[in-house]
């Protein structure tokens, strides 16, 4: 059975940072593509960021470049987001999810985990 | 950046009955829009890709067509499951985009 089980969210002030981090299992983790992708409370979803398989491409929304980064760590089969100068705007629940193929689609996703930017 | 715009925001239908979902792109996509189906408190779910390939396990009273910049979702006979909130998404260009949803509520 995919699992994928987010972890890292919580309560942090503006300016502040946070990592999140993803334990994949049930499929191959080194081959896949993924990717975060965050939805604001009571919002659509939003695309966040990406990552090849090994690592050499990485791909983000206008609004997180320059402030976040996504990583991997595929002998732990792990994805991580560090995410540093939040905003308000930046509260989500932030999922993590498996692209079905080359960063265009997402067949699996992880629960959540939500991240409060506030004073 | 492309926009996607779905109609309408709000469908309401009863159990058996068809619904009927429209995404429209700022601008071509080709045939590269998924759909997915999101219910309260959980993650979305991947239901097409491609515009009309059903992804793994989902029913076939599930269906897309279109291409370029004008897409439809189509649920034949609605089953209580399926009420729920429903976006496209584009892959077609960076960075990739979601619609605002439809929410197919009951009737």
């Known amino acids: 059975e995919v699992q994928l089980v987010e972890s890292g969210g919580g309560l942090v002030q503006p300016g502040g940072s946070l990592r999140l981090s993803c334990a994949a299992s049930?499929?191959?983790?080194?081959?896949?593509?993924m990717s975060w992708v965050r939805q604001a409370p009571g919002k659509g979803l939003e695309w966040v960021a990406n990552i090849r398989p090994d690592g050499s491409d990485k791909y983000y929304v206008d609004s997180a470049k320059g402030r976040f980064t996504i990583s991997r760590d595929n002998a732990k089969n792990s994805l991580f987001l560090q995410m540093n100068s939040l905003r308000a705007e930046d509260t989500a629940v932030y999922y993590c999810?498996?692209?079905?193929?080359?960063?265009?689609?997402?067949?699996?996703w992880g629960q959540g985990t939500l991240v409060t930017v506030s004073s | 950046e492309i926009v996607m715009t779905q109609s309408p925001a709000t469908l309401s239908v009863s159990p058996g009955e068809r619904a009927t979902l429209s995404c429209r792109a700022s601008q071509s996509v080709n045939s590269n829009l998924a759909w997915y189906q999101q219910k309260p408190g959980q993650a979305p779910r991947l239901l097409i890709y491609d515009a009309s390939t059903r992804a793994a396990g989902v029913p076939g009273r599930f269906s897309g067509s279109g291409s370029g910049a004008e897409f439809t979702f189509t649920i034949s006979s609605l089953q209580s499951e399926d009420f729920a909130v429903y976006y496209c998404?584009?892959?077609?260009?960076?960075?990739?985009?979601f619609g605002q949803g439809t929410k197919v509520e009951i009737k």
């Open positions: 999810a498996r692209d079905l193929y080359s960063g265009r689609v997402w067949d699996y």
């Open positions: 049930g499929f191959t983790f080194s081959p896949s593509w």
């Open positions: 998404q584009q892959y077609d260009s960076w960075p990739r985009t």
